[in-house]
C-alpha cells in the first residue's frame, strides 16, 4: 500500500505515466497495473485517463494531501529507526600505530565489524606512548601495539600476539632481489628509505642496522611505510619495513633478513577491567586467529 501511495503521488505530482516511471525507474506498464489496484483498493478511479494528459478525480484530489501526510509519516518513521539503531550501537575505540591500520583493519577489525554490526568502531591512530596515554584515560578501550613498546609495563594487560618481523624491500633489478633471505649487514653501503625520526619503525630499523654492524646511510624519510615502498619501487634506494605494512603490490620486493628480528604485535587493554567491546573484539581477534592457522576461511 505504501509503495502504490507515493506512485499515486508521484503521478499526481507529474500528470504523466512517462514522467512518473522514470522518476520512479519503472516501466509505464508496471505503474500503469499498481495505480489500477491502488483504484481497485480504494474502490474509486483517480485519475481522468486521456491521450494528451491525466488529472485527478474528485476522489483523487481528496485522497492527495492525506497521501502526502502517509509519505512524510513513513518517512519520520524511518528516520527514527535509524536513529533508535545508531543509538544502540555499542562505541569501541580501537588504538594502532599509524603504520598497521591498513593491515588491522583488513585482517582483524573488518571482520569484527562485518560479524558485530551494533559496535560503531572509531579508530586512533597514534605513536606507541600517545596510545598508552590514550588507554590510560579511557579514549581508547584497547590498542594495538608491537611488544616492545609494551613490554615491563605494569599498567597494561597484553593479551595477544600476532607474529610480525622486519624485512627488507629491495629495488627492482637489485643483485639480491632473488634471495628468500637477505643478511642485513649485505645492504651496508646502500641508500635506506626509512620513517620520519621518532617514529617506532625508524628506531627499530636503526637499531637493527646498528646491530648487524654498519650505520645506515639514510637519504629520505616519510611517515608511512606504503610511501617508503613507492620510491623503492622507484630505484630511490632500500627500507626496511615491518613484514605485516609490506602492500600486496608493487614493482619492489621484500625479503626476510638475518639476523631475524621479531617484534610481534600485542592486543593491549589497561590493567581495570576491559569494556564489553574490548572483550568481545578479543575473543573475536583469537578465533580469527586460530581459523587462519587451521587454514580455515575467516
Same mark, same amino acid.
Given at each position: 500500500m505504501l509503495i502504490h501511495i507515493q506512485e499515486f503521488v508521484t503521478l499526481a505530482e507529474t500528470g504523466s505515466f512517462t514522467a512518473a516511471a522514470e522518476r520512479l525507474y519503472l516501466s509505464m506498464s508496471t505503474l500503469s497495473r499498481r495505480i489500477r489496484l491502488l483504484e481497485e483498493q480504494v474502490g474509486e478511479r483517480l485519475f481522468e485517463r486521456s491521450p494528451r494528459r491525466i488529472s485527478l478525480t474528485a476522489v483523487g484530489r481528496l485522497l492527495l494531501p492525506h497521501a502526502r501526510r502517509?509519505? *512524510?509519516?513513513? *518517512?519520520?518513521? !524511518?528516520? *527514527?529507526?535509524? !536513529? *533508535?539503531? !545508531?543509538?544502540?550501537?555499542?562505541? $569501541?575505540?580501537?588504538?594502532?600505530?599509524?603504520?598497521?591500520? $591498513?593491515? $588491522?583493519?583488513?585482517? $582483524?577489525?573488518?571482520?569484527?565489524? !562485518?560479524?558485530?554490526?551494533?559496535?560503531?568502531i572509531n579508530i586512533r591512530e597514534a605513536e606507541p606512548e600517545a596510545l598508552l596515554e590514550q588507554l590510560a584515560d579511557g579514549r581508547c578501550d584497547l590498542i594495538f601495539l608491537h611488544s616492545r613498546s609494551a613490554e615491563k609495563r605494569e599498567d597494561i594487560t597484553m593479551h595477544l600476539r600476532i607474529g610480525d618481523q622486519l624485512c627488507a624491500v629491495l629495488p627492482p633489478g637489485h643483485p639480491a632481489g632473488e634471495l628468500a633471505v637477505i643478511p642485513l649487514a649485505s645492504l651496508k653501503d646502500e641508500d635506506f628509505l626509512t620513517l620520519q625520526p621518532g617514529t617506532l619503525l625508524h628506531d627499530f630499523a636503526l637499531a637493527a642496522c646498528r646491530e648487524a654492524g654498519f650505520e645506515p646511510n639514510v637519504v629520505f624519510t616519510c611517515s608511512r611505510s606504503g610511501i617508503l615502498t613507492s620510491f623503492v619501487s622507484a630505484g630511490m634506494g632500500v627500507a626496511l619495513v615491518m613484514e605485516r605494512s609490506i602492500p600486496d603490490s608493487g614493482s619492489f620486493t621484500a625479503h626476510r633478513i638475518e639476523p631475524t628480528v621479531v617484534d610481534p604485535i600485542v592486543i593491549v587493554t589497561g590493567r581495570r577491567s576491559p569494556s564489553f567491546g574490548a572483550r568481545r573484539f578479543i575473543r573475536h581477534a583469537a578465533d580469527t586467529l586460530q581459523r587462519k592457522k587451521e587454514g580455515e576461511p575467516c
Open positions: 502517509i509519505m *512524510e509519516l513513513e *518517512e519520520q518513521g !524511518r528516520a *527514527e529507526l535509524q !536513529r *533508535e539503531r !545508531r543509538r544502540d550501537r555499542t562505541p $569501541l575505540s580501537i588504538g594502532c600505530v599509524p603504520d598497521s591500520v $591498513l593491515t $588491522l583493519t583488513e585482517s $582483524l577489525i573488518a571482520p569484527f565489524v !562485518r560479524e558485530n554490526p551494533n559496535f560503531a
